[in-house]
T-cell receptor, first 114, second 113 residues
Framework: AQKVTQAQTEISVVEKEDVTLDCVYETRDTTYYLFWYKQPPSGELVFLIRRNSFDEQNEISGRYSWNFQKSTSSFNFTITASQVVDSAVYFCALSEARDYKLSFGAGTTVTVRA | DAGVTQSPTHLIKTRGQQVTLRCSPKSGHDTVSWYQQALGQGPQFIFQYYEEEERQRGNFPDRFSGHQFPNYSSELNVNALLLGDSALYLC????????????FGPGTRLLVL
């Protein structure tokens, strides 16, 4: 069963537009971690954020912000005032209790046009 | 602070051959995980090594095997290559705890002809 669902396959925006990436997860554990990674064309996965299941505080880091809602099992990611350098594939991932692996979603390709 | 390194960057093999991929973890990390990423998909967990032992394995056949050395570096071996093994192989390192953030290397692109 898919544990992490990223329903948006591709998003294309013009520079300076805001972009919101959806992530819905499924777990029976009460303790778990959620992650977002960015994969530019070079291929390397770049860590962006980690959030534990007990911390529903939203977070802002520069132009990036994250909205974690346990009630809807969602961990959405917003890029404000997008730039061409934001073009990449973005992955949401889940790590469950007593499980050492990351379960990734299928990814969302973001293209920012100048 | 050196990040995760992987070698080689690219590799071309033919069906039936064997391949070895290498990974050096980020400085201070003792745990290495391997993932396979097929084109257009998210990474899939192969296995994780800690203290030179395979600690957890994903849903991959026995053709996929690994090793971790005393300096925490790791190898991924794939025997009897199939066309479907063509993918980007990503290595990630972390600290031992299960919830520690995994940091990824640049990957090895394997093409099986």
């Amino acid at each position: 069963a898919q544990k992490v669902t990223q329903a948006q396959t591709e998003i294309s925006v013009v520079e300076k537009e805001d972009v919101t990436l959806d992530c819905v997860y499924e777990t029976r554990d009460t303790t778990y971690y959620l992650f977002w990674y960015k994969q530019p064309p070079s291929g390397e996965l770049v860590f962006l954020i980690r959030r534990n299941s007990f911390d529903e505080q939203n977070e802002i880091s520069g132009r990036y912000s994250w909205n974690f809602q346990k009630s809807t099992s969602s961990f959405n990611f917003t890029i404000t005032a997008s730039q061409v350098v934001d073009s990449a594939v973005y992955f949401c991932a889940l790590s469950e209790a007593r499980d050492y692996k990351l379960s990734f979603g299928a990814g969302t390709t973001v293209t920012v046009r100048a | 602070d050196a990040g995760v390194t992987q070698s080689p960057t690219h590799l071309i093999k033919t069906r039936g051959q064997q391949v070895t991929l290498r990974c050096s973890p980020k400085s201070g990390h003792d745990t290495v995980s391997w993932y396979q990423q097929a084109l257009g998909q998210g990474p899939q967990f192969i296995f994780q090594y800690y203290e030179e032992e395979e600690r957890q394995r994903g849903n991959f056949p026995d053709r996929f095997s690994g090793h971790q050395f005393p300096n925490y570096s790791s190898e991924l071996n794939v025997n009897a290559l199939l066309l479907g093994d063509s993918a980007l192989y990503l290595c990630a390192s972390s600290l031992a705890s299960g919830y520690e953030t995994q940091y990824f290397g640049p990957g090895t692109r394997l093409l099986v002809l």
